[in-house]
């Protein structure tokens, strides 16, 4: 089981796709270009805080509203390790998993955390907090395979033997 420690970032309740990646800014050419602006509605400052593999925990219904790809795209390029959540919005969830990004459900950590705290992930078994653990459940294995190849091209690519330069 792959085990790993983050800073956490807290969100609220019902961040949608267009905190996540405002509409205006979907014009410009790469998700790289794009990244810096990731929840300017709600926190201009957030993206250029966000550092290597930290976390982000939310309330309800995350990524909720359009079904833009683009928005865990964002969230992946700014090195976010995965998004701890009360609950997600179903298609972002499989957009999130067809690009590579760990999503976790889990509705009790909210309560205790806050922004800046550091949270140790076992997958598949538990979150831990200030030596209080957080019972998790495991995505099915095909789901993992796809997080782990990196997205859900290039799961499919590994699977069936296609290397970047046959292309």
Known sequence: MEQFTGKVWVLGDDIDTDIIIPTEYLALP????????????????????????????????????????QAPEIIK?????????????????????????????????????KEGDRIDVLLGDHISLNEKKYEIQSLPQNLMDIINAGGLVKAMQKRNGIRKEDQ
């Open 77 to 113: 390029a700014l090195n976010i390790k995965c998004v701890i959540a009360k609950s997600f919005a179903r298609i972002f969830f499989r957009n999130s998993i067809n690009n590579g990004l760990l999503l976790i459900e889990n509705d009790q950590i909210q309560e205790d955390v």
């Open 30 to 69: 790469t998700v790289e270009d794009m990244k810096q602006y990731g929840f300017s509605p709600l926190r201009p400052e957030l993206a250029g805080q966000i550092g290597d593999e930290d976390i982000i925990v939310a309330g309800k219904n995350f990524g909720c509203g359009s079904s833009r790809e």
